[in-house]
């Protein structure tokens, strides 16, 4: 496809469930983004991929948070028993390279029950 | 303190009339200034992108960067009920790491 594209689109889980989190960036490009977006706040950062090179995994939260990109490709982002305020919505996006504006994806929508 | 500044709003204006949009931050050595565009149950989509000071027009919309201030704006001109969003400022001094703001949610009433 043209864009970012992320699924599921919406996810409900129980408390404590992993839950698994796909997407596929703009083919070509090298750079990919994780963000969390929670109601009525901005973004905010999680990780960030580059090519081969290491992820800045600064922003993750937790260790219950880990993402995986292969090469320049899809990336999956998994939360390991989930709580309640790990619902978000959360974005993908991805540039040509760092620096480039950031094309995001319509979001993971999360619901811990 | 929040690095970035934003007005959640609503901003309610009629049609046509001009809008202005503004941020302001701490970060001194913040470099890149994004504003981005977000409809409903959707991702933000990049509406402008400048480097350092000064203005930037594309279209209707008109960015603004004063560093000495440490204010942003985007204005719109001639505005349509399809210009109702939110809209989301964005900065870095790094090349890829943004700050964002928590949004502005603007009504363009026809």
């Known amino acids: 496809g043209a864009g970012v594209s992320q699924s599921p689109s919406n996810k409900v889980t129980e408390k404590g469930k992993d839950v698994e989190l796909r997407c596929d960036p703009i083919s070509g490009h090298t750079a990919l983004y994780w963000y969390r977006q929670r109601l009525g706040q901005g973004l905010e950062f999680l990780i960030y991929?580059?090519?081969?090179?290491?992820?800045?995994k600064s922003g993750l939260p937790s260790d219950r948070f880990s993402a995986e990109r292969t090469g320049e490709s899809v990336s999956t982002l998994t939360i390991q028993r989930t709580q309640q305020e790990d619902s978000a919505v959360y974005l993908c996006a991805s540039s040509r390279t760092a620096g480039q504006p950031q094309h995001f994806g319509d979001g993971t929508r999360l619901s811990i029950l | 303190q929040k690095e970035v500044e934003q007005d959640p709003g609503p901003l309610s204006v009629p049609e046509g009339a001009i809008v202005s949009l503004n941020c302001t931050y701490s970060?001194?050595?913040?470099?890149?200034f994004m504003w981005y565009r977000q409809y409903s149950r959707k991702g933000p989509e990049l509406l402008m992108y400048t480097y350092s000071s000064g203005n930037k027009e594309d279209g209707r919309f008109t960015a603004q960067v004063d560093k000495s201030s440490k204010y942003i704006s985007l204005f719109i001109r001639d505005s349509q009920p399809s210009d109702s969003a939110t809209y989301l400022c964005?900065?870095?001094?790094?090349?890829?790491?943004?700050?964002w703001g928590a949004g502005t949610k603007l009504i363009i009433k026809p």
């Open positions: 964005a900065m870095s001094n790094s090349n890829y790491q943004l700050i």
């Open positions: 970060n001194s050595a913040f470099q890149y």
């Open positions: 991929f580059q090519g081969n090179s290491a992820p800045d």
